[in-house]
């Protein structure tokens, strides 16, 4: 297995693990991601629940209801993309950090300039997860790069040798264009000559 698709596999790895671990404190206490996630989506149909839910993140409905959005999408993100980076080579270079973004973004819109110490070990180690699988996709990349600039190498270094060119002559095909052929002996006379010298017959 190459490097950059073990580095992957680690990244995606430690991705997924992070969604479970404490994330940050949100509300009443430190949560993980999938927590977080789970409350929302067993709740979602409950109206009471969830007014009561979102007046206890933001006064305002809308900024709270993005926040909870941001959340649900940055674990999905997470989720997905460590997947991606266990199973498909480079795939988690993308959701992985997109999730981590997300969930970053979610974290400040929560607390403002006191998200930092709200934060809990699995935001930080998502981050080393998405670094992770940032740096095995860029390995994977230039191997793949490389394979294809080889293969094309090759291909243009390829020699198929020179080309055979065959000509028929049939002996209808006059040998010298200065000259005649006499249709009777065949010999050949000047191109002035109006009899063959050899047998006399018109030319």
Same mark, same amino acid.
């Given at each position: ?7 992957? @596999? ?32 067993? &709740? ?22 993005? =926040?909870? +959005? ?35 973004? +979610? *974290?400040?819109?929560?607390?403002? #300039?006191?998200?930092?110490?709200? @934060? +809990? ?17 860029? =390995?994977?990349?230039? !191997?793949? !790069?490389? !394979? *294809? %600039?080889?293969?094309? %190498?090759?291909?243009? %270094? ?9 000509? %028929?002559?049939?002996? #209808? *095909?006059?040998?010298?264009?200065? +000259?005649?052929?006499? &249709? ?18 018109? @030319?």
């Amino acid at each position: 297995m190459e490097n950059g698709r073990i580095i992957s @596999l680690i990244g995606g790895i430690i991705l997924i693990v992070s969604a479970f671990l404490p994330f940050y404190y949100f509300v009443d206490g430190i949560y993980s991601i999938f927590e977080i996630t789970l409350a929302v989506l067993t &709740n979602f149909t409950d109206n009471t629940v969830m007014q009561n839910f979102l007046l206890q993140v933001n006064p305002s409905y809308g900024m709270a209801a993005m =926040i909870l +959005a941001l959340i649900v999408a940055g674990f999905f993100l997470l989720f997905i993309g460590g997947l991606l980076a266990i199973f498909k080579k480079a795939g988690g270079s993308v959701a992985g950090p997109a999730g981590m973004i997300v969930l970053t973004i +979610a *974290v400040f819109l929560y607390a403002r #300039n006191f998200f930092i110490g709200l @934060l +809990a070990i699995g935001f930080y180690i998502g981050w080393i997860g998405a670094i992770i699988c940032i740096i095995g996709g860029a =390995i994977s990349s230039d !191997k793949d !790069k490389t !394979k *294809v %600039n080889v293969s094309v %190498n090759q291909q243009q %270094n390829v020699t198929t040798g020179a080309p055979t060119y065959l000509t %028929n002559q049939t002996s #209808n *095909v006059p040998q010298s264009s200065g +000259a005649k052929f006499c &249709n009777q002996c065949g010999h050949q006379n000047k191109i002035e000559t109006s009899f063959c010298v050899n047998c006399g017959n018109r @030319l």
